[in-house]
């Protein structure tokens, strides 16, 4: 399953790698070219920065020593809201993405790779009341962005008819749209000023302890999140 950190490794090389010589972050990250894309990754670099730092806590739970992360958390966030540079501004690449905040995120990533608890996705029943809880919360809760009201539609979504539709449920990665799911629960929480404890609690129901039983015919792949320890929060 996805590690946050490598992900979001993957997204600074692809900005990175645009910059020829001295190049604007606008340019870079494709907002002139192909701004639907450019606005995607964006929204999934927060993302992934939410999960990053729910990773740090439950890490440091286990007594391990974040405190270069914790630090260079701030870094990767700068990175990402390209602070304090001017968007149109040409940079070379090192100003745009410092040696050692990249650095600390490659360490961070092999740390992720080598210690995230495995669970189990819940039965197929539970799967489809959380959809429907969010789908409920999505009508009532208009506090949360429309960029994320959109993802997290588009999501539950995929979900419900892969759920219903006999002949994409055979090919749809259960585990991965859970996954993807959960992550956006809590940006939601993270962004709602109305119903934050409501949009955990159906993060919450997504999983539960790594014995609960897969998901009858779905596939039995583990979900692997590390930030999971939050949910009990």
Request: hydrophobic content about 45%.
């Amino acid at each position: 399953m996805t590690n946050p950190a490598r992900r979001l490794q993957m997204i600074f090389a692809r900005w990175s790698d645009a910059y020829t010589g001295h190049t604007s972050a606008h340019s870079a990250r494709e907002w002139n070219s192909a701004p639907s894309v450019a606005m995607d990754q964006h929204l999934e670099a927060f993302r992934l920065l939410l999960a990053i730092g729910d990773s740090l806590d439950y890490l440091e739970a286990k007594n391990v020593n974040v405190n270069v992360y914790r630090a260079a958390y701030v870094e990767w966030t700068k990175i990402v809201l390209n602070n304090p540079n001017a968007w149109t501004t040409a940079l070379g690449r090192e100003a745009a993405f410092p040696e050692h905040p990249i650095a600390h995120l490659d360490t961070l990533a092999t740390v992720l790779d080598l210690d995230r608890p495995v669970l189990h996705p819940e039965p197929e029943a539970k799967l489809r009341a959380v959809v429907d809880q969010v789908m409920e919360l999505l009508g009532a809760d208009e506090s949360i962005s429309p960029s994320l009201r959109e993802y997290v539609y588009r999501l539950v979504t995929e979900i419900r008819t892969a759920l219903d539709d006999e002949a994409v449920m055979g090919s749809f990665d259960f585990a991965e749209g859970a996954q993807r799911l959960w992550i956006a629960l809590f940006a939601a929480a993270g962004q709602s000023t109305k119903m934050r404890s409501k949009w955990k609690a159906a993060a919450s129901g997504i999983f539960r302890d790594a014995g609960v039983a897969a998901l009858g015919s779905l596939p039995s792949v583990g979900l692997t999140i590390a930030q999971i320890a939050s949910t009990a929060s």
